[in-house]
């Protein structure tokens, strides 16, 4: 069942000569529960994708599908709310609010939206990333893949029907950065997860089911990695 399409997403900065195209007609859909990766070089627009896929920014022109909702054509409240309760972001420097402890942070879209504190689940998130004897701290006091196990908790809290990941083990060295990519995987196996993840390293791009090049903001190659899933 197709969980995403995006339909000749294009994206430009400027006017006239000074025109750039960060996307150039950029079109694909996605299979609720499938891995996908997204990679290219450095400025190939796939921050730029994921910004777009994830409401976070707008398209000049085309349109992205989230669950049969054509997001952009949400009203910013309404996106807003869409957004937290479907989309989980997790971005490579972790974007925790200082002054809230684990268990918080994991929480705050669920309690922003509104919504009761769902005790068993946030319980059940925290025994998952390994952060039980971590619950009260900071996140100045957490190492780097603790804040990233976190972030990870926080877009998976609400079920969202997709989870968009922007180089998430971009910041962290290679051990825990193995580990972060296993916890991904496994959510993704496990609860059947969407996952499309932004990377610049082919060899993690490889462990998808599918790959997706940019070069230059267009699409230039969708390759099966692993059959059906």
């Given at each position: 069942?197709?969980i995403l ?6 994206k ?5 000569e ?9 079109s694909f859909?996605?299979?609720?529960g499938?891995?996908?990766s997204?990679?290219?070089p450095?400025?190939?627009?796939k921050?730029?994708?994921l ?7 707008k398209?000049t022109s085309?349109?992205v599908?989230i669950d049969?909702t ?16 479907q989309?989980?972001?997790?971005y ?5 609010m200082?002054?809230l402890?684990?268990d918080e942070?994991?929480?705050?879209p ?6 009761n504190?769902?005790r068993?689940r946030?319980d ?5 990333l390994g952060?039980r ?6 996140p100045?006091?957490?190492s780097g893949?603790?804040q990233?196990r976190v972030s990870i ?9 997709i989870?968009l ?6 910041n962290?060295d ?5 580990e972060?990519?296993?916890?991904l995987?496994?959510?993704n ?6 996952l499309?993840?932004i990377?610049?390293d ?7 089911d599918?790959i ?5 903001g267009?699409?230039?190659k ?6 059906n899933?």
């Amino acid at each position: 069942m197709e969980i995403l399409r995006c339909e000749h997403l294009t994206k430009t900065y400027g006017r006239g000569e000074t025109t750039v195209a960060a996307l150039d007609d950029v079109s694909f859909s996605v299979e609720k529960g499938e891995f996908v990766s997204v990679i290219g070089p450095s400025g190939s627009g796939k921050s730029t994708l994921l910004h777009i896929l994830g409401g976070v920014d707008k398209p000049t022109s085309g349109k992205v599908f989230i669950d049969g909702t054509d997001i952009h054509a949400l009203k910013e409240d309404k996106l807003a709310v869409f957004r937290r309760r479907q989309i989980g972001l997790v971005y490579q420097f972790y974007n925790l609010m200082p002054v809230l402890n684990v268990d918080e942070n994991i929480a705050l879209p669920h309690l922003l939206d509104g919504r009761n504190l769902d005790r068993e689940r946030l319980d059940q998130i925290v025994e998952h990333l390994g952060l039980r004897e971590r619950r009260e701290n900071l996140p100045n006091q957490l190492s780097g893949g603790q804040q990233q196990r976190v972030s990870i908790g926080r877009a998976l809290y609400s079920h969202p029907a997709i989870l968009l990941c922007d180089e998430p083990t971009g910041n962290l060295d290679r051990k825990t950065g193995e580990e972060i990519m296993q916890l991904l995987k496994e959510s993704n196996r496990s609860q059947k997860q969407t996952l499309i993840l932004i990377t610049h390293d082919e060899a993690l791009a490889m462990q998808a089911d599918r790959i997706l090049y940019l070069e230059d903001g267009r699409l230039v190659k969708n390759e099966v990695i692993r059959g059906n899933i």
